[in-house]
């Protein structure tokens, strides 16, 4: 659905976006992180059309977004980091606007009044926008995406702004829309990026370093593959139980949490899934398994990895290096 070979974006000898390539494919939503300067807003805002590249290309649906910029532009609806409201108009008025302007073809009163349903504002329809709380104009700037059913939705910080309640209401809806569409989405709070993403790309000084699920991030960047689980038995015959699970290279006890219940840190070796053993076994000696929990990072831990300098300079890179090419800075 998204094809990004080889862009590139400079701003006089300033390089933000340095000869990067991704895919996104139909209906995924994917994570869209950085730090600030990474080149993240500059990327999506030539995917959406808003900047053009010096190199490379961009294609929504198979069509490039500088060669026909209409045609590829009738598949984006785009959320920037700041709303393009008009402040005096009523909902009604912007969106009927939005629909004149996107020249929908879609039965006006139904398709706008079935938008104004998926992003709840039904009840704030007639009033004016300037009189919305933060997280009802967020709400009107995803409708506004919205209209003309567009196959791709770039939302570039869809949440900043907003206090936790309006933040859990937009990242529901966002993951709505993610059954019916292909999402490209921005933020800086990682657990919503880890609670609504099917994958990620980190990108850092105008370079793609990462690009894959949390999981396999988080999995290929631990240096260790440990497990710490609490267990409910006698804690000597326990660990020696533990030790006899084919692929099990470890067992250490660590301490003892509640009467009756122990702490194990529980190391196996490369490749080895110890886990269904594991219940297996405990289960057949009637020692109930309290607690399981991997030791591998966390999505905050994997994105300071990822794109805090070491001593030489630079950050890791965990990019697939036959879709991705690295290099420059915002």
Not at 270 to 292: Q, V
Request: aromatic share 6%; glycine share 8%.
């Amino acid at each position: 659905m998204i094809e990004v070979k080889n862009l590139t974006k400079s701003f006089g000898d300033k390089i933000a976006v340095n000869n990067i390539s991704f895919k996104v494919s139909e209906g995924e939503v994917l994570g869209f992180l950085g730090p600030n300067g990474a080149g993240k807003s500059t990327t999506m805002n030539i995917l959406a059309g808003y900047l053009s590249s010096n190199e490379g290309q961009a294609l929504i649906d198979g069509v490039d977004i500088l060669d026909d910029p209409i045609a590829a532009k009738r598949n984006i609806g785009y959320l920037p980091e700041h709303p393009p409201l008009y402040l005096d108009m009523t909902v009604k008025a912007y969106l009927d606007f939005i629909y004149d302007l996107k020249k929908v073809k879609l039965p006006r009163k139904s398709h706008i009044s079935e938008i104004c349903e998926v992003v709840k504002i039904t009840d704030v329809y007639n009033r004016l926008i300037k009189n919305l709380s933060k997280g009802y104009r967020q709400r009107v700037g995803l409708a506004q995406a919205i209209i003309g059913n567009p196959k791709v939705l770039i939302l570039d910080e869809p949440t900043v702004g907003l206090d936790p309640k309006q933040i859990i209401e937009i990242r529901s809806l966002i993951k709505r829309l993610g059954e019916n569409h292909t999402v490209i989405l921005s933020s800086h709070i990682l657990p919503e990026v880890q609670a609504v993403c099917d994958k990620i790309i980190v990108i850092n000084k105008g370079n793609v370093v990462a690009n894959d699920t949390s999981d396999n991030l988080a999995h290929n960047l631990s240096s260790d593959h440990r497990l710490n689980a609490r267990i409910e038995g006698p804690e000597k015959e326990v660990a020696k139980l533990l030790s006899t699970i084919p692929g099990m290279a470890d067992v250490k006890i660590t301490r003892m949490v509640e009467k009756g219940i122990y702490e194990y840190v529980l190391e196996a070796h490369e490749g080895a899934d110890i886990r269904r053993e594991m219940f297996k076994r405990l289960s057949s000696r009637n020692w109930p398994i309290m607690g399981l929990k991997s030791s591998e990072l966390t999505l905050e831990e994997i994105f300071l990895k990822l794109t805090m300098d070491d001593a030489y300079g630079h950050g890791m890179d965990l990019s697939n290096k036959k879709e991705t090419q690295s290099g420059g800075g915002e």
